[in-house]
């Protein structure tokens, strides 16, 4: 082969590398969670009024984010820290608190797992079982928390979906002696469900962290601003270690956000719609079954049909739906699925309907 020949090869092949590269950026990502319409106008406006103000409107912004936050959902800055994510968070609590024995309640994302070791702790889980629907009553497992120093708990659930109600949360938690775990809730999607309780009596009273974010329910993953919300007790210990700051983007996105209930009803009347007729087209498929879900959020199981190949017809359908064989108690057979544009969902329910065809 000449050199000519050899260059013509090599750039034929970089760009069909390239093409490929290009080809999976362009894939939706239908595992994400995050609310498929995206910003609203009015965060979209904040943040680029906030470009003007980005090298000296960050004190101004953050004073502005602690008085919405007494106001809207009465927590005082001695209750609240703010991150740049919820994932700063996660890996701040073990280190700080440096717990010996942690429990994970699953299913559940790896990120808990990996924050806790990386503090040095023991991890165990305990996991609801797919008999049960995944479905989770924590009244009857308070025994597990003892000899525990701290418990994660995603509520809602990031795989299911699935809520555990408040009251069985508050039940569990209030049985347990007072120097029992302390209780580390990840409420990352629990604007879709409609509750914006703070549960501020178990605040006080109980060694409890309440995680939110703005990354899913209001579509500003990439300018999250996440809090963590305990006693005044706690949250003076995570200040001290706390080693960044705060995003003034992040900032005047979640002012905004936090105040546009237009948007808000919007969003929930929008997932709420499309996931009915999502888990309606759904159930016209008899080798997909699906599991209860009280968000935008919804698990699957494909069953007597090659997952592989389910996942193939979900790219060629231009989707990044991620199966959940890392997670814990499941396989390749289980797909994470959010609520996405219609015609996204469409393309959803089109790719497993070709499994027919492809694999019958």
């Known amino acids: 082969m000449t050199q000519k020949n050899f260059m013509g090869c090599v750039k034929k092949s970089a760009i069909e590398n390239w093409g490929n590269i290009l080809k999976d950026n362009k894939l939706i990502d239908g595992s994400s969670g995050v609310c498929p319409l995206g910003p609203s106008k009015k965060v979209k406006a904040a943040v680029r009024k906030a470009v003007k103000k980005i090298n000296s409107g960050q004190h101004m912004g953050m004073d502005a984010l602690t008085r919405l936050f007494e106001s809207k959902f009465r927590l005082s800055s001695e209750k609240v820290l703010f991150a740049n994510s919820i994932k700063e968070l996660i890996y701040l609590i073990p280190e700080v608190l440096r717990p010996a024995r942690v429990l994970v309640v699953g299913p559940a994302l790896d ?82 469900t409609g509750s914006g309780d703070y549960c501020h009596d178990l605040i006080h009273t109980k060694k409890i962290t309440l995680l939110r974010t703005t990354a899913y329910f209001y579509g500003v993953s990439r300018l999250e601003l996440a809090c963590a919300v305990s006693s005044p007790e706690f949250i003076q210990l995570y200040k001290k270690n706390a080693r960044w700051d705060i995003n003034l983007l992040s900032i005047e996105a979640a002012r905004t956000a936090y105040k546009d209930s237009t948007y808000g009803k919007a969003a929930r009347q929008f997932t709420a719609l499309e996931k009915k007729l999502i888990l309606r087209m759904l159930a016209k498929i008899e080798w997909v079954r699906v599991y209860d879900t009280d968000t935008n959020v919804i698990l699957i199981k494909i069953i007597n049909k090659n997952s592989g190949i389910a996942a193939q017809q979900f790219k060629r359908a231009g989707l990044d739906i991620r199966d959940c064989s890392e997670i814990k108690g499941m396989d390749r057979s289980f797909f994470r699925i959010s609520v996405m544009k219609h015609e996204n969902n469409l393309k959803l329910i089109s790719a497993l309907n070709s499994l027919n065809r492809v694999m019958p």
């Open 111 to 192: 990120i808990y797992e990996d924050a806790a070791q990386s503090a040095g702790a023991e991890v165990s889980y305990i996991t609801a079982m797919e008999t049960d629907g995944f479905a989770f009553d924590i009244s009857c497992i308070w025994k597990d928390f003892q000899n525990m120093d701290l418990v994660f708990i995603a509520n809602p659930n990031r795989i299911t979906g699935k809520m555990i109600p408040w009251e069985k949360i508050r039940e569990a938690i209030t049985v347990t002696p007072s120097e029992c775990p302390h209780f580390v809730i990840d409420e990352s999607l629990i604007e879709f």
